[in-house]
């Protein structure tokens, strides 16, 4: 099937060759036509299988008839990260050249001033994070009650960032008569919970993992036994014997990045850092140096693993292994997208074990495991005994019961003391008879009294403190 084959205008087309695509992808394929339709759609699709362009390419379509009115956009597309939104405005601005939409980007670490002069011109796309959103409403730059269109990308992602309560909210703020077109990862029974109460008769689309992930990525597995150092050694081995165009390295914390990237810097590698504490200017500069080949790998926390379109990505290194399984199949999109092949490592620690686990669970398949050459294989530890140590991974403990009691194997019968009588005369076993302390008012210590001191004071002893404690 061609492009031609999805009802798409001549203008959409020609854009969409010029960009150099022949062939939709299968979310493509099957949401395009029902988008175009007007009906609601319920779309599961891992990242990397071209999502955001079987929506946009439609709403492009559909809103070229038709005019915004002043803080009133006609549509909305609601995403966890600035990254997946600035990436799905690029989109915007690829597929609608040849029409005459209007658009504006509301995402943090932007000027309010320049956000609210685009609303006061009127948008027909709104593009924006949550909390930005809410921002603007609550200073009451902008009205949502004619939205005609309503996109909720990446849904699982918006729930692991706690944005739920505000896509609530804001979808309240919304005419009902709407079309809503809700997009995620993943289908937890909690995600299709939320659908439900959004869409209206969806048209339910599921792409199988399987299409990017295990086809066009060959995924590796390498358990390092030593400490930290050794496992930074492990990775700088990886990158030397790869074919690497570039690559992106996670990290499961925003300090460990730092720590990396000084790392292979003083090694001398072409490399820099992206996580969500750095200012919305300076993860785009990064992002587009990262793109226009200025340096060959990205340190980078979960904060890219998702809705960045960057198709020249050769690898991916999870220096840590994601505590959520999920994380891995975002991660390892940034490789091997639109067919291309790709190749994925991952570096584990012997207390991994119950991550790795999860993975392969999700994935459906076993790790392939990988030598590396001059660094000592480790086992992984089964890990159901585990417990999360400060580096966010499982460690090893002792073997307990439940609720930290003893088990069978580490219980010891007490040991008999032999009965020897006390120096005060008591037997043995019993305890000696205590003495009832006087009464405040009585306690008395007369050498005191008659010193007039109190024992290490001195004669600088405060009148207060020589008086007996019953007397006021």
Request: hydrophobic share 35%; proline share 6%; charged share 30%.
């Amino acid at each position: 099937m061609k492009f031609d084959d999805l009802g798409l205008g001549p203008e959409v087309l020609k854009a969409v060759d010029e960009a150099g695509y022949e062939t939709p992808t299968p979310i493509q394929e099957q949401a395009i036509p029902i988008v175009l339709m007007g009906r609601d759609v319920l779309g599961c699709a891992q990242t990397g299988t071209g999502k955001t362009a079987s929506f946009t390419l439609p709403m492009i379509e559909i809103l070229a008839s038709g005019r915004a009115r002043a803080r009133m956009p006609r549509s909305l597309i609601l995403t966890p990260t600035r990254e997946l939104a600035t990436q799905i405005a690029e989109n915007f601005k690829t597929y609608g050249r040849y029409h005459k939409l209007s658009m504006a980007l509301l995402i943090g670490g932007v000027s309010f001033d320049d956000q609210n002069a685009l609303l006061d011109r009127g948008v027909d796309v709104l593009i924006a994070t949550p909390g930005r959103l809410l921002d603007h409403f609550e200073r009451g730059g902008i009205l949502l009650n004619d939205i005609k269109i309503l996109v909720i990308d990446e849904a699982d992602r918006m729930m692991d960032m706690g944005f739920i309560p505000d896509v609530e909210r804001i979808v309240g703020l919304m005419p009902t008569i709407r079309q809503t077109l809700f997009f995620s990862a993943t289908m937890p029974p909690e995600i299709r919970s939320i659908a439900d109460k959004f869409l209206m008769n969806p048209k339910e689309i599921t792409i199988s993992p399987d299409i990017s992930a295990a086809e066009t990525v060959e995924h590796f597995l390498s358990i390092i036994d030593g400490p930290d150092h050794v496992k930074r050694e492990a990775l700088r081995t990886l990158v030397d014997q790869e074919d690497i165009v570039n690559a992106i390295i996670f990290c499961n914390r925003k300090r460990d990045v730092d720590t990396l990237e000084r790392s292979l810097r003083r090694h001398k590698y072409s490399v820099a850092m992206l996580h969500g504490d750095m200012s919305q200017p300076a993860r785009l500069e990064t992002l587009d140096k990262f793109r226009e080949g200025g340096f060959q790998l990205l340190v980078a926390s979960d904060v890219a693993a998702r809705g960045l379109d960057l198709p020249t990505v050769s690898h991916v290194f999870n220096f840590d292994v994601p505590m959520h399984a999920e994380d891995y199949v975002h991660r390892i999109g940034r490789t091997g997208r639109a067919g291309r092949s790709g190749r994925a490592f991952t570096l584990a620690m012997p207390e991994d074990g119950k991550f790795v686990a999860a993975v392969e669970r999700f994935i459906g398949r076993e790790i392939n495991r990988y030598q590396i050459e001059g660094i000592s294989e480790g086992t992984l530890e089964d890990g159901n005994d585990g417990r999360v140590g400060r580096s966010g991974k499982r460690r090893p403990a002792a073997k307990r019961g439940k609720a930290g009691t003893e088990t069978p194997e580490t219980r010891k019968a007490p040991e008999k003391k032999p009965d020897i009588p006390k120096e005060d005369g008591t037997p043995a076993g019993k305890s000696a008879p205590s003495r009832k302390r006087p009464p405040r008012g009585e306690r008395k210590d007369s050498s005191k009294e008659e010193k007039g001191s109190v024992v290490g004071m001195g004669d600088h002893v405060p009148a207060f403190m020589l008086r007996s404690p019953g007397k006021r």
